[in-house]
């Protein structure tokens, strides 16, 4: 472990202990989204580290008491791959699945069916006892009785969850962040004033003395029923796919509650004293929601045409993800949506992982008389009237001259190459006039045919020469050297860009030559390529091959030696703003010097590159989980020297 990592692990555990004390006490200061990040990446970078065992403590205010029950943290998946990685060392017959309540835990200690005392969580062994307020408070039983009115002899423990519903917070704490925070600061107010409107929902019990009144979990919620405790529902599954819908029908549910929960709590039946008392138990998981994930109704799908490829993109209900509002996902090919067996009224989860956008994972099953028609594809362009070929893994126009296609080819190009003074609205109408039709008509472009889309009739007559045409046309000049990387992904072969040229290029694919001779197994050898990816390059390549080596062999372009740079082999990522160039030009200067770039923080990349190397940003938390270096631009400028 490097120097920088203890750095880290020390940062990190001082923020959970910061941000644990201020969750316990009352005043969360970030999202439990947010603060199971740090966690992760402390448990990522120090399993061991003492912080992981701990829960919060509360405060001083009360007089202390050690629970009977321990109240330890549960392990924690945030999503279905995780939580499957979890089942399928926890194999059970059946998953018992609760609510996870997201609220205050509330410990009850009960002897001979009398409350004796309420105990906060505290740091998991000891808590506030807090007994006067939570005698006000619903849902808590200050003796045991049963349907029938007798007395229940009960000595333990009962815990729950402490609630706010949403009506309440609505009406009598609106200031307060969110229904838990506002709980919190109740339960511990010293004159117990506000106590009566929050409600207790139980979950768990120990008895103490005696033959214990239960014997399984099921057993055991119906106990606390029994005795009038207010419970959350209870689900029994019978595999761990089934535990996954029952959570994405759940996901679309507690929109509709009128208390917080933020994911479900999965149990084998049987109870399992010794891994309860754990300071982190072993059998259970906290399946968590995520910001990063809802679940609406599919009202249309829109096909979005770029060059020859029409995508699907889904328009829902919308839904909050990672704070923002969002209302469209990609639905990535036809075969994709065959595969999901999505339908206009669908219920779908939709999901924004990371730095990627929307997208439907996963169909929820038709509820009865649920009303959904089939989606209907497109058949023909609707530039040139082509039939569209659907190959499963992309719907798209066959036409190689269809003018939508021939124009985003080379607006692609353009963009590619880095010509920033020939502008799309210039381009658009180069292309309608047919003074481009090609890549190479941008090259036989002279000053003289510029000249009229600068100035008009009269303008021409008086001066001739036009300073916006001669900076177009030197702006094309100037970009007729560059790298086999960049001459490849400029023309707009589908799904390849720069990057995947480069990983190409690094595995051997090293002249113009190599790449047009190459077969699809050659293509598909290479790690990050599948058989679709490189039967579409291929088929991409024969394609425009006559113009390529039209381009190349006339000297029109000149393409730059592979090998040799100060950045070969090495491969750079830009975060945030860089003080003395553009985020592109930057790039340029990587690819110049025989580098790669990625718009993303992945494990092979080599630099992560930001003035603020000190930022928790998601990029920097990444490459540091990674262990990639992080450098400031003075240090990149310096490698390229």
């Known amino acids: 472990m490097d120097l920088f990592d203890n750095a880290r692990i020390d940062e990190l555990t001082s923020l959970i202990k910061k941000y644990q004390d201020s969750y316990y006490n009352g005043e969360a200061e970030i999202s439990d989204a947010e603060f199971d990040s740090l966690w992760d990446e402390l448990k990522s970078l120090d399993p061991q580290n003492p912080i992981l065992q701990k829960v919060g403590a509360d405060s001083g205010s009360f007089a202390k008491v050690r629970h009977i029950m321990p109240m ?44 004796l005392r309420a105990v906060t969580r505290g740091d998991g062994a000891i808590g506030d006892d807090i007994t006067a307020n939570a005698k006000k408070m619903q849902g808590v039983k200050i003796a045991l009785f049963d349907e029938n009115c007798s007395k229940i002899d009960f000595t333990g423990a009962v815990r729950g969850e402490v609630l706010m519903s949403h009506t309440v ?128 109704v599919l009202r249309e799908v829109e096909w979005s045409e770029s060059g020859s490829t029409y995508t699907p993109v889904a328009i829902f209900d919308e839904v909050f993800l990672n704070g923002t509002k969002v209302q469209r996902a990609s639905l990535a090919n036809p075969d994709t949506m065959r595969n999901l067996g999505v339908k206009i009224g669908s219920h779908v989860v939709v999901v924004k992982r990371g730095e990627i956008i929307p997208k439907i994972e996963r169909v929820l099953p038709d509820e009865q008389d649920e009303k959904t028609r089939a989606i209907v594809f497109p058949e023909k362009c609707g530039t040139c009237g082509s039939e569209l070929v659907d190959e499963g ?22 963009s590619v190459v880095d010509i920033r003074d020939l502008g799309e609205s210039l381009l658009k109408e180069l292309f309608k006039n047919k003074e481009i039709n090609s890549i190479s008509g941008i090259y ?98 024969a394609e425009n091959k006559e113009e390529m080596l039209s381009l190349t062999q006339s000297g029109t372009i000149l393409l730059e030696e592979i090998g040799g740079g100060a950045l070969t082999g090495k491969s750079f990522c830009f975060t945030g703003e860089l003080h003395t160039m553009k985020r592109a030009d930057a790039e340029n200067l990587v690819k110049k010097a025989g580098g790669s770039c990625k718009s993303s923080v992945t494990k092979d990349l080599s ?35």
Request: charged share 30%; with cysteine.
């Open 607 to 641: 630099y992560l590159v930001t003035n603020d190397t000190s930022s928790g940003s998601g990029k920097n938390q990444k490459a540091a989980k990674f262990g990639i270096p992080i450098i400031n631009e003075e240090e990149f400028l310096q490698m390229l020297k």
């Open 444 to 541: 036989a472009l002279t000053q003289e045919k510029l000249v009229p889309y600068f100035l008009n009739e009269e303008s021409i007559e008086n001066q001739k020469d036009s300073l916006g045409a001669k900076k177009v046309y030197e702006s094309i000049q100037s970009h007729r050297k560059m790298s086999l990387a960049s001459f490849i992904g400029g023309f707009d072969i589908e799904g390849i860009g720069e990057t995947m040229v480069q990983k190409l290029i690094d595995s051997g694919f090293t002249t113009l030559s190599k790449f047009l001779s190459a077969t699809e197994e050659e293509i598909a050898s290479v790690y990050g390529f599948a058989e679709i990816t490189a039967k579409t390059f291929v088929e991409g390549l």
């Open 169 to 296: 917070h609505e009406k009598f704490y609106s200031d307060k962040a969110n229904c838990r925070n506002a709980a919190n600061g109740l339960m511990k107010r010293k004159d117990g004033s506000g106590s009566e409107r929050l409600c207790l929902m139980t979950y768990d019990a120990l008895s103490t003395e005696g033959e214990s009144p239960f014997s399984d979990e099921e057993e055991k919620i119906n106990w606390l029923k029994k005795c009038g405790f207010k419970t959350s529902p209870l689900k029994i599954c019978k595999s761990a796919d089934e535990v996954i819908a029952y959570r994405d029908e759940v996901m679309e549910k507690r929109k509709n509650l009128d208390y917080d929960i933020d994911g479900l709590v999965i149990k084998e039946r049987r109870i399992d004293l010794a891994d309860a008392s754990r300071a982190r138990p072993d059998r259970q998981i906290a399946f968590k929601f995520s910001l990063e994930e809802a679940v609406s």
């Open 393 to 414: 893994s992309r719907l798209f126009c066959p036409n190689k001259n269809c003018p939508k296609r021939v124009l985003h080819q080379i607006q692609k190009w353009v």
């Open 72 to 115: 330890g943290s549960q392990e924690k998946a945030a999503n279905p791959e995780q939580f499957l990685a979890w089942a399928k060392n926890h194999s059970y017959n059946e998953y018992l699945v609760e609510y996870k309540l997201d609220g205050a835990s509330l410990e009850l200690q009960y002897s001979h069916g009398e409350l």
